[in-house]
């Protein structure tokens, strides 16, 4: 059954999710998603319970998910693109190796690279910092504890959420609270431009 993974995006910086180039990528943080979701499945990060009830970041569904090391070979110089192969493991598991960057510590590294996956979601609405509040139909899905959920993934709760996100694709905002100087976020204001309000 296609599931409808929730959680809390705390920090919104645009690196995870990142959307550079007007492509929903999370290959980092939330491990557990990235090592479990499957194709087909649909992830919503909702603010934090503070903003207030049912405000939802971002929503995507699962259009492809490959490993992290074949992922930054695909998309070199991505944001998100901070772990590079280097070899395998008797098993066939990757070794990575951090890319140094100015969006994410390499001493969180272990816990990424425990999630396995890069996750590509199409079609997707990312609302950053503008946000949108979840329809009747799904508000009560809004989850607000540690770590992620799939319950109550019902197929007419995931039936209303392809309707709620049909007419709302692509990139509708910057992000919340990125800790960036605002010239980093021109790739996603030039986007945003360019697009009809969601």
Not at 1 to 6: A, C, E, K, L, Y
Not at 98 to 103: D, E, L, S
Request: aromatic share 10%.
């Amino acid at each position: 059954m296609t599931r409808i993974w929730r959680y809390i995006l705390k920090n919104d910086t645009g690196f995870a999710p990142c959307v550079d180039g007007g492509i929903l990528t999370l290959t980092c943080c939330k491990p557990s998603i990235r090592r479990n979701a499957k194709i087909g499945d649909w992830i919503i990060g909702y603010f934090p319970k503070k903003f207030g009830q049912g405000r939802v970041a971002w929503a995507g569904q699962v259009s492809e998910k490959i490993l992290l090391g074949v992922y930054e070979r695909n998309h070199p110089g991505r944001r998100d693109a901070i772990y590079r192969l280097v070899g395998h493991e008797a098993s066939g598991a990757e070794i990575l190796k951090y890319i140094p960057n100015k969006h994410h510590e390499e001493k969180r590294s272990q816990r990424d690279k425990s999630g396995v996956n890069a996750l590509i979601c199409e079609p997707f609405c990312y609302w950053g910092g503008n946000d949108e509040k979840a329809p009747p139909e799904i508000a009560d899905m809004a989850y607000y504890f540690i770590g992620q959920t799939t319950k109550n993934s019902t197929p007419d709760r995931v039936a209303a959420l392809k309707r709620w996100i049909k007419n709302r694709k692509g990139v509708c905002g910057a992000p919340r609270n990125a800790h960036e100087p605002p010239s980093s976020l021109k790739h996603i204001r030039s986007h945003t431009s360019r697009l009809p309000k969601c």
